[in-house]
Each structure stands twice: as C-alpha cells, then as structure tokens.
C-alpha cells in the first residue's frame, strides 16, 4: 500500500517562503507520478502542481506559476514544493498524492490521484 507523508507546513507572513516535503513508501517510487493538491475551508480541493515520473515534466495551477516549483528524488523517494511569494490565497491544507497513471488532459484534478497523504497546514498571513 501506498504511504505519503507531508510535511514543512507552518506560518509565514505574505511574501515569505515555505518548502514541503512528502515521503513515498510502499512501492515503486519512480512508477508513480506525483502531485499537490491543496485545500482551503469551504473551497474545493483544487491541484497545485503535478510531476512526472521521471521529474521532465510539469504542470502547475495559473495561481502558482512562477512562484511554485514541484520537483522530486526518485532515489530518496521524496516529493517537494518550493513556495515563494507567498499570499493571503495561498493559505489551505496541503496534500501530497500518488498516481500510477498520469494525464495529459486535465492534470491537475484531483480525482486523477488515488494515494493521499493527510495534509500539512500552510498559512500565510497578510
């Protein structure tokens, strides 16, 4: 089965920055493609970026562009997001998750992932 482990969370003011992490265990890491996922209350959730299994390719949300970057470690099984520029907006749940497929079509929605982990709390004050 498998396991995703967020962490790196916290509190930052506007225009800081944080850096998530995820750790994979369970399977095949360099299988998977990855993504994140956030989720602010009364919103839907909603994808932040989406990597593939190699790392060559990437999609990012138009809210993010330019200020977030997924990448990953195929050797140490690890996903990350770097946030730079932060905002108020920003300011939600945020999942790691697992797919064995990726989509060219729509790839950042959510129902495409089948593996979450539970989240890490990322807010950002103005």
């Known amino acids: 089965q498998v396991q995703l482990v967020e962490s790196g969370g916290g509190s930052v003011q506007a225009g800081g920055s944080l850096t998530l992490s995820c750790t994979f265990s369970?399977?095949?890491?360099?299988?998977?493609?990855m993504g994140w996922f956030r989720q602010a209350p009364g919103k839907e959730r909603e994808g932040v970026g989406v990597i593939s299994r190699g790392g060559g390719t990437t999609y990012y949300a138009d809210s993010v562009k330019g200020r977030f970057t997924i990448f990953r470690d195929n050797d140490a099984n690890t996903l990350s997001l770097e946030m730079n520029s932060l905002k108020p907006e920003d300011t939600a749940m945020y999942y790691c998750?697992?797919?064995?497929?990726?989509?060219?079509?729509?790839?950042?929605?959510?129902?495409?992932?089948?593996?979450w982990g539970q989240g890490t709390q990322v807010t950002v004050s103005s």
């Open positions: 998750a697992a797919s064995p497929e990726g989509r060219q079509v729509r790839p950042l929605e959510p129902i495409n992932f089948g593996f």
């Open positions: 369970g399977y095949t890491y360099s299988r998977y493609y």
